[in-house]
């Protein structure tokens, strides 16, 4: 998944039909994609102001969560699949494009879709190739991201019938769609760039597989392991995202999959830069993925995925410039010799690279240096030298003889002049490039001494170190652990690094290909840093502790569900003061902790005190998070203290309303032991607030107020008093 998406994807149960699922029926594909015609026509009028609750509730079609068969021919090869995590080689899912047989006779609007298959090696889809006949019993069912809600089939069976030409099919049922427009797929709403799915089209380009030639590359964004990038084909004011579903276009999943049985790409792919004209296919996909903000809601838009290499053709180009490297952290007053490939499309020719950069320590504007011609293909200037400690970015332009120029991707370093030999050269920022740390995107040599803080043995996917006793801000980073030998160590561990590769991945930053040696073995951990969550909610704080062991004591828990209306993802919200401004995220990523679709919310309920939770402090699709290791040794038991208990006489205090069950009305007793601000305020059990019945300064005392809940609906409530940081919670009982 990609990092400026706001939020992660899950199965959207809520808002499908409630109709038992039917005996198994034979239908096309276009009536499974067959959304209303009213709920299209009010997607359509909303616009820009299109809610999205309301949008999830109008993506379930009607024959959602019905058991269904489909006689397809695949499309897409499924051992390029590469969205499902791997566990030893093979991904816990394949993703797998087919269109409807009855598209020869029928046409091919509303005939594609996608099969999503956790049992693929049971199924048999696995052994199905382009061009294969197949009859599917499945289940189709929505699955949502922030803005997005991708229909797909799920099999329960899959029969291979033979090759398409076996069935007389015409090769015609294998080709894309053409189409002429990115403004047939996704429609502008706004003056500022806005766009949306072009919502009369979705039922035709939902799960479609399409071409659009003379197509323009708008923007890419290349920081991270999956590229970012969108084609237009009207200057951007309409654009279609990518989506990086295919093996052949992602650059995370070397290490984990099957090489001899998936086509797992070793090359890095790049998308081409921008200006650069491409001929382009692949699959229509509705997934909520949004990396450069331009739909409203967010995620709102349709977006592409080419498979194979072939799906993209590059047929002009701009000239090409990389971002400049550097081999090693420069010391201080020492020139900085950088170096960036550039290159002319095979038509043109290359006329001049200039280097661009400012530093930390200037006022004045950007400075510029011609870049000489190594003779190689790469240019080379000297930035001068700097004083210990200063940022600098740099970036090159490449010039063609037809006037076109290209502006690179910018590096960011520091000078440093004993090399990186503490985390906090790797994460302090400049604030020039955000979050990110200085070295992003570079392989260096450091002698960096550090503690292993958390066990990879039951993590399995980040690795946090330490090197700093005190536990000062910005002394922990996460390592990927990709590399074989970290699943060796063991929490307390101390390691010395002398090389590694330093990334920004989903705005975290990671070491990752490193080169080590245990320096001891069995220490302690480092402490755990108590802190509450109000401190957190300032970015610069939170981003200063991220790859660092945090503890919050006491915590309310605020939410099973924080992506509400969608998800739940295996995420839920606790909070140290009990409000849910001041609430941090709880993520289940390691291997420890496998909360499946919908069960996050059986396991902790609303308002429930817990002990303590720990873990390391993270930050993905948008969110700052805690990343336990395991429920079992970093999540607290639940105490309930401050939700059915009496405080003691004079104390802080909540009484148990009277009646109780009540109907309508109810009284709530209180008392406040000091002088202060007090809030008292009523939540439903997915904890929103229905009414405030105190808020402002109260004297020392017991106080009496009575709640009048004809408005409300029968059921369960919870109602919380709070003074300072003193936190109660009690339930009570509507009956009507």
Partial sequence: MKPNATVVLGLLMSVLMATPALAQMDVSIREINAYPQASID???????????TRLAELMAPALAGQQLRITAVVLSNPRTSGLGNPTDGFPSRIHVYVRDTSAVSMGNEGMGIQLVDGAYQTTGLLNAAPGDVIQVVGIPNVFTGSGGASLQFEPESVELLGPYTDFNLPDAILDPVSVSATADVNKSVGANGEVQTNWPNLNSYNGQYIRIEGATIQVRDISSDRPNWLITTDGGTTVINFYDMSLRYRNDRDGGYNASEFNVSFDDFVPPPPGAKVNIQGFIVFQGDDPFNRSVPSGALLSMAPWEDADLIVTESPPQASAPTLDVVPAAAAATTVTATASADISRTLTGVTLHYFTSAASTDTLDLA?????DGSFSADIPGQADGTFVKCWAT?????????????????????GIDEIADIQEVSGFSGDASPFTGLTLDMNLTATVQNNPAVNGREIAIQDNANLDPNTGVTVNPNNDLIADLQPGDEINITRARIVEDFGVTQLRDLVYTTVTEGGSILPYKQVTTDVLQDAGVAEAHEGMLLTFDDPIVTSTNPDDPFGPFGEWAVSSDGTPENAVRVDDRSNGISFTDGDAGTVFSVWERLDFIRGVWWFSFSNYKLMPDDLANDVGAVLNVGTEEEGLPGSFALGQNYPNPFNPATSIEYTVPSAGNVTLEVFDMMGRSVAVLVDGERAVGTYTIRFDAKSLASGLYLYRLTAGSNVQVKKMMLLR
């Fill in 371 to 375: 870049m000489t011609d190594n003779g």
């Fill in 398 to 418: 490449a010039t063609d003889n037809t006037g076109a120029s290209t502006t690179s991707e910018a590096q960011e370093y520091r000078v440093l002049t004993n």
């Fill in 42 to 52: 009010e997607l359509d009028a909303a616009g820009a102001t299109l809610d999205p």
